[in-house]
């Protein structure tokens, strides 16, 4: 792994083009701009979010074989939900950020919120471990959950460019 990200370093230094940067993109500014409360409160709730969903995965094959009795290439099906509801969660993050980035971020994390309750509530509490709910429940944690992520939408990369 340190070998293939050393390549890749070495990759981009070569073939991606140097960018002007502004006055204050040296060591400090960065620093003032990183650093700026917004900033840091944006990446704390960020942080939790990612630490909820990786705690909730950690759990979500013993919980399937379990709980819900799911198992074998069954289990497969539930984690390829789970990747593609991701990439569709970044790319409607980064569609809904491009008008509202507040109101993605604060959907996002009620969705995923929503999702890692409905889990336990839903799926093992009120319905005896339904295969079916935590199947949705583990689509909005990959839906909601990549939305504070967004990647650049076309009208983004024109703007950098």
């Known amino acids: 792994m340190v070998v293939v990200a050393g390549v890749v370093l070495v990759t981009a230094m070569v073939v991606l083009p140097s960018v002007p940067g502004a006055d204050d993109s040296g060591a400090a500014g960065q620093a003032r701009h990183a650093f700026a409360p ?61 008008s509202n980035a507040s109101r993605t971020l604060v959907i996002g994390t009620i969705g995923v919120t929503a999702s890692l309750l409905a889990v336990e509530l839903l799926a093992v509490e009120l319905f005896d471990g339904s295969a079916w709910l935590t199947a949705l429940a583990v689509v909005g944690i990959g839906l909601f959950g990549m939305t504070p992520v967004p990647r650049p939408t076309h009208n983004q990369r024109e703007e950098r460019s």
């Open 38 to 98: 917004r900033v840091l409160a944006v990446l704390g709730l960020c942080a939790l979010v990612f630490m909820a969903i990786q705690s909730a995965l950690t759990y979500l094959v013993p919980f399937l074989n379990q709980v819900t009795g799911v198992s074998g290439a069954t289990v497969s099906a539930f984690l390829l939900a789970y990747g593609v509801s991701t990439a569709l969660g970044s790319y409607a993050g980064g569609r809904f950020a491009d």
